[in-house]
């Protein structure tokens, strides 16, 4: 189980702990652009950082959303691996699934390995509900087609303290933010689970 650290902003505009941003299409992941959210707590409003759920992201089994996914102004309701987080008003929340939702291609429970330091896997079960529609933001993209700018899971493990550093980007496809790029950054501590 990777349990996630709250993301916060400081007055100067440091982030830290766990965020998301999402990347308008034609940018590139180095310098943006990154779409405005109004609700962001933090000064520039192109980073959203995100609380942990109840649980964190667990590696292995999948987190399925809940049913009914949505309440009745279409806030998703998953709040296992993040809390819901308002994103242009509205409920942003998180799952992992057997099945990518738009597609319905088959997807691995979430892995991850360790090599020294170096922490990679994929997390290709990893998306949101949001606005009513359930969108894929794993990486690598389940399927042949593997659009872009996009990145494997990459980071950071400390055998020490068990703590965890964990990017990756994933291009959306379809709803009303097809080709855009949502940019995670998860932080925190892993702890074993029976």
Request: positive net charge; hydrophobic residues 35%; contains cysteine.
């Amino acid at each position: 189980m990777l349990r996630i650290q709250a993301g916060s902003c400081d007055r100067y505009g440091n982030v830290s702990g766990s965020w998301f941003r999402m990347l308008q299409p034609g940018g590139t992941l180095a310098s943006g652009p990154y779409v405005v959210n109004a609700d962001s707590s933090c000064a520039n409003k192109t980073w959203t950082p995100v609380a942990p759920g109840t649980q964190g992201l667990r590696l292995g089994r999948y987190q399925p959303a809940p049913l009914p996914a949505f309440d009745g102004a279409a806030n998703g309701l998953g709040g296992a691996i993040i809390q819901p987080v308002l994103w242009f008003g509205v409920g942003l929340a998180a799952f992992t699934s057997p099945r990518d939702p738009r597609t319905g291609i088959s997807t691995p429970p979430p892995a991850l390995s360790v090599r020294g330091t170096a922490l990679a896997g994929q997390l290709q079960a990893f998306s949101v509900s949001w606005n009513g529609e359930e969108l894929n933001q794993g990486a690598p993209k389940p399927g042949p087609v593997r659009p872009g700018p996009a990145s494997a899971p990459v980071g950071t493990f400390d055998q020490r303290n068990h703590r965890f550093v964990l990017d990756w980007s994933s291009r959306i496809v379809g709803g009303p933010f097809n080709n855009f790029t949502g940019v995670w950054h998860l932080t925190g501590t892993y702890r074993a689970q029976p």
